[in-house]
């Protein structure tokens, strides 16, 4: 287990986190890795014993690029994140959950909630790694495995933008009902780490809260190569 990350997370400022998630629907983590843990995962790329599947995006029109699923058990930095920024994020969950008039179902510690996921006969772990090259990109979509999921998850970019690839900006985009979607592109630097929404997230209207549903994708590399680190909290069947 690494100390360092350990530190970091104990040091994230959460109230700011939370408060920045209820109102925008997304929020940056500062610096989260470090450039060693960075290259340590993307220098690993190739170890073919770390994943249990490979996915090229152009054969299911998903984008252009590639994306490798971890086996089971995760890496220990991998195992420790999901751990870690799980605890905070299923706080803001039940909160949610209670706005939209649901119940608050989602369990303190990450154990509890993949418990979940196994009764539900989601057993594949789902973080992953995605590669894009220039001319790469990632379509739109929601990030869905199963009956059961978390309604958060985290990017974590790996290199740096600006210097090890352009483009290939994270695009967030929210369906308003009855209106036109609303966009956000965030460009995120080398450890930072975005939380946002998996399907949906509550928004204060003049009657109480709606619902709006968001999906993500990942703007076209124009040179360079990106790796980026997908923290998924769910399993998949």
Same mark, same amino acid.
């Given at each position: 287990?690494?100390?360092?990350?350990?530190?970091?997370?104990?040091?994230?400022?959460?109230?700011?986190?939370?408060?920045?998630?209820?109102?925008?629907?997304?929020?940056?983590?500062?610096?989260?890795?470090?450039?060693?843990?960075?290259?340590?995962?993307?220098?690993?790329?190739?170890?073919?014993?770390?994943?249990?599947?490979?996915?090229?995006?152009?054969?299911?029109?998903?984008?252009?690029?590639?994306?490798?699923?971890?086996?089971?058990?995760?890496?220990?930095?991998?195992?420790?994140?999901?751990?870690?920024?799980?605890?905070?994020?299923?706080?803001?969950? *039940?909160?949610?959950?209670?706005? +939209?008039?649901? /119940?608050?179902?989602? %369990?303190? =510690?990450?154990?509890?909630? &993949?418990? @979940?996921?196994?009764?539900?006969?989601?057993?594949?772990?789902?973080?992953?790694?995605?590669?894009?090259?220039?001319?790469?990109? *990632?379509?739109?979509?929601?990030? +869905?495995?199963? /009956?059961?999921?978390? %309604?958060? =998850?985290?990017?974590?970019? &790996?290199? @740096?933008?600006?210097?090890?690839?352009?483009?290939?900006?994270?695009?967030?985009?929210?369906?308003?009902?009855?209106?036109?979607?609303?966009?956000?592109?965030?460009? +995120?630097?080398?450890?930072?780490?975005?939380?946002?929404?998996?399907?949906?997230?509550?928004? @204060?209207?003049?009657?109480?809260?709606?619902?709006?549903?968001?999906?993500?994708?990942?703007?076209?590399?124009?040179?360079?190569?990106?790796?980026?680190?997908?923290?998924?909290?769910?399993?998949?069947?």
């Amino acid at each position: 287990m690494s100390d360092q990350l350990s530190k970091r997370l104990a040091h994230v400022d959460w109230l700011r986190l939370q408060e920045e998630l209820d109102e925008q629907g997304f929020a940056v983590i500062p610096a989260l890795l470090d450039s060693g843990q960075c290259q340590k995962l993307i220098s690993a790329y190739e170890d073919e014993a770390l994943y249990r599947k490979t996915i090229r995006m152009e054969r299911y029109s998903f984008g252009e690029g590639e994306y490798k699923y971890f086996s089971a058990p995760l890496p220990d930095l991998l195992q420790q994140l999901r751990e870690g920024l799980y605890p905070e994020l299923a706080k803001a969950a *039940n909160r949610w959950q209670e706005r +939209l008039g649901r /119940d608050s179902d989602y %369990p303190e =510690q990450l154990s509890g909630f &993949l418990a @979940q996921c196994r009764e539900q006969g989601q057993l594949q772990p789902t973080p992953l790694i995605l590669k894009y090259e220039a001319g790469g990109y *990632n379509c739109l979509h929601q990030d +869905l495995y199963g /009956d059961v999921y978390f %309604p958060f =998850q985290t990017v974590i970019a &790996l290199n @740096q933008t600006g210097q090890d690839y352009t483009g290939g900006e994270f695009m967030l985009v929210e369906q308003r009902p009855r209106a036109q979607s609303r966009g956000h592109v965030i460009r +995120l630097e080398q450890g930072e780490a975005l939380v946002f929404p998996t399907q949906y997230r509550p928004v @204060q209207g003049s009657r109480g809260y709606y619902r709006t549903t968001l999906r993500h994708g990942v703007s076209t590399i124009t040179a360079g190569t990106r790796y980026s680190l997908g923290v998924i909290f769910h399993d998949a069947k």
